[in-house]
């Protein structure tokens, strides 16, 4: 926690809260790259990837610090808890005293889960994801280009041929 400045503290609160970067700019008066970029430097120090991650490893650090002794008080609230609740089935005549009941077991992380829930793919996420969103950008900006050039290079066939005159034609005296 000590390596997290004040202003990352401070960003990080706001994250916490569910702020985006443009709202937690605008509170804070500053502009919202500031915001991203104080959220990337804190990813760093906290060594995770993702802006989800981030929330749920600072959050993490808050409540090891309000307990004393490292533990969490809880789920971070930055995600819902994934715990699945069974119903436990009804006892009659005393048939279920022979063993306890089992916890419930946690819901899987994958897919549907609240921190799986992305904008991008993960290709575009953490080492390396700059350079693919450029990438996807720079072959996004070739094909449109190509595709101008198509309609252009059409249009230009189609007035062409429309403009010129119909062959001449032979007249019988």
Known sequence: MDALTDKQREVLDLLIAHKTSKEIARELGISHHTVDQRIQFAKTKLGVESRGEVAVAYRALLDGMANGHGETSGPPTYEEPRIVVVPSPVDIGGANDAAPPAPP???PA???????????????????????????IAVLAVLLVFVVLGAVMMYDQLSRSMATPPPPSASVR
Not at 110 to 136: K, N
Request: aromatic share 4%; net charge negative.
């Open 105 to 107: 077991a946690p819901a």
């Open 110 to 136: 994958g897919e549907g889960s609240p921190a799986d829930h992305r904008v991008a793919p993960d290709l575009f996420e953490g080492q390396g994801g700059t350079i693919m969103r450029l990438g996807a």
